[in-house]
Nanobody, 116 residues
Framework: QVQLVESGGGLVQPGGSLRLSCAAS????????MGWYRQAPGKQRELVAA????????NYADSVKGRFTISIDNAKNTVDLQMNSLKPEDTAVYYC?????????WGQGTQVTVSS
């Protein structure tokens, strides 16, 4: 059974940094791509960043370009999201997503709160 477990969320002041990590277990294959989504209260879940398993292609939401960096480690089956220059509007539950073909997997989410 495939499981994705996120870690690294928490409370940070505006301008601060956090690093989220997502670890996959129970897999015997390589995902095609992995990514991070977020959902703020009262809003729809949105893509934050995604990366192909080769690491050759990345995609970022315009709101995080230049501040967030996604990386993947296929040997460890992990995908990380380095978040710098955090803003209050980055506050949300962050979810890890992995995909292989048409099958997708989601983690349970980790809360990120940016507040002074």
């Amino acid at each position: 059974q495939v499981q994705l477990v996120e870690s690294g969320g928490g409370l940070v002041q505006p301008g601060g940094s956090l690093r989220l990590s997502c670890a996959a277990s129970g897999i015997v294959f390589r995902f095609d791509a992995m990514g991070w989504y977020r959902q703020a209260p009262g809003k729809q879940r949105e893509l934050v960043a995604a990366i192909t398993s080769s690491g050759g292609t990345t995609n970022y939401a315009d709101s995080v370009k230049g501040r967030f960096t996604i990386s993947i480690d296929n040997a460890k089956n992990t995908v990380d999201l380095q978040m710098n220059s955090l803003k209050p509007e980055d506050t949300a539950v962050y979810y890890c997503k992995a995909a292989r073909g048409v099958v997708t997997y989601w983690g349970q989410g980790t809360q990120v709160t940016v507040s002074s």
